[in-house]
């Protein structure tokens, strides 16, 4: 298994989809539509059924969640509340929209208990009422080879969470600032970075600081990692917005991918294009009307990097269900006693 690249990812299809009034402010990417909101919804749920049978087609396992609540727009980009790690640990992050916190699903979580060994879950959602946010891997962007979290200021990304979520989990956070050519802090990390396994995605002319921007590159170089430097107008185009994933050839081969949208791909150039071709093969799917809400297809994949449970034989399920049965009646041992 790859450290960076997970195999399986959750999408949520968010059957009320449109940009987040509530987001609007301080997301530069995000653009009123100009359809209807029964037409852009519609257009949505088209292009992340698009995602999801892209990356099924080339052997990643996707597991999808319907949301039907028009009380959650943006619901379609879990990454920001969920995250999961390996050795069996899972994060739930504080958001800074009010109308995004119920984006947060029980379901899901038990999904992932049930589904895969899940050892702890820790929470950080508590904090919200103090005002102290930050919004998952769109506000980190972690290296998982050299176990680093990048993270651009912002009132997204609080750096006293993410300096607990360095100590809970094992990372080395790497803090800096990064604004636009008009000096607006870029409102999530993973806009402008993408941190593969080989090969790194990086707006690194948005980081002011020209110390920070070389300790920046150094730190993403330091295991041969080639880096790709995104320009403002390809960070624009979502270029940034890419993720490494796991799939999987016809024959049962891995096969390294990078997902990321049409119009993310169609910004590089082709010599960037053939950097990345080297490590990964790219997979982009058109998604402009989930664009509109200011983030593209990292967004929208919460990675799943957890140890699957194994499929119980049936008749090792019907023992067990005996055994319940046995225990209701008699006080004797669980099902629980065999996990």
Same mark, same amino acid.
């Given at each position: ?16 989809? /449109? ?6 402010? $301080? ?15 519609? &257009? ?48 739930? =992050?504080?958001? =800074?929209?009010?109308? /995004? ?21 820790? $929470? ?25 979290? =990048?993270?651009?200021?912002?009132? /997204? ?46 707006? #690194?002319?948005?980081?002011? $600081? ?30 940034? &917005?890419?993720?490494? #994933?796991?799939?999987?050839?016809? $024959? ?12 993310? /791909?169609?910004? #590089? ?22 664009? #509109? ?36 009646? &008699? ?9």
């Amino acid at each position: 298994m790859s450290a960076v690249a997970p195999e399986a990812v959750i999408l949520i299809r968010a059957q009320r989809f /449109r940009p987040n009034p509530a987001t609007a402010a $301080d997301n530069a990417f995000q653009a009123e539509p100009e359809d209807a909101s029964d037409t852009v919804a519609a &257009n949505a749920l088209a292009e992340m059924d698009a995602v999801a049978e892209a990356l099924r087609a080339v052997g990643v396992t996707v597991h999808v969640f319907d949301d039907e609540d028009h009380t959650r727009p943006d619901s379609v980009f879990p990454n920001n509340w969920l995250s999961t790690h390996a050795g069996g640990a899972v994060a739930v =992050y504080p958001m =800074y929209a009010s109308n /995004r916190r119920h984006e947060r699903r029980a379901d899901v979580l038990e999904f992932l208990k049930s589904t895969y060994r899940v050892q702890t879950i820790v $929470d950080y959602s508590g904090l919200e009422p103090d005002g102290i946010f930050l919004e998952g891997t769109g506000a980190m962007v972690l290296d998982h080879v050299s176990r680093v979290a =990048y993270l651009a200021r912002s009132h /997204r990304a609080d750096t006293h969470v993410l300096e607990r979520f360095c100590t809970d989990f094992g990372y080395e956070p790497m803090v800096f600032d990064a604004v636009d050519s008009d000096g607006v802090p870029v409102y999530h990390t993973n806009v402008i970075a993408c941190v593969g396994t080989d090969v790194a995605l990086f707006a #690194l002319e948005m980081i002011p $600081d020209a110390l920070r921007r070389r300790e920046v590159r150094e730190r993403l170089q330091v295991h041969g990692r080639r880096v790709i430097e995104l320009t403002e107008h390809q960070v624009r185009e979502f270029a940034g &917005n890419a993720v490494e #994933l796991m799939g999987r050839s016809p $024959d049962g081969r891995r096969r390294t991918i990078m997902a990321m949208s049409a119009r993310a /791909r169609a910004s #590089l150039t082709a010599a960037q294009i053939a950097v990345i071709e080297e490590s990964c093969e790219i997979v982009a799917v058109d998604i402009p009307t989930i664009e #509109l809400a200011g983030g593209s297809v990292r967004c929208m994949i919460a990675g799943v990097h957890l140890d699957a449970r194994p499929a119980r034989e049936p008749e090792l399920t019907e023992a067990v269900e005996a055994i319940d049965e046995d225990a209701r009646t &008699n006080d004797g041992v669980g099902a629980a006693d065999l996990d």
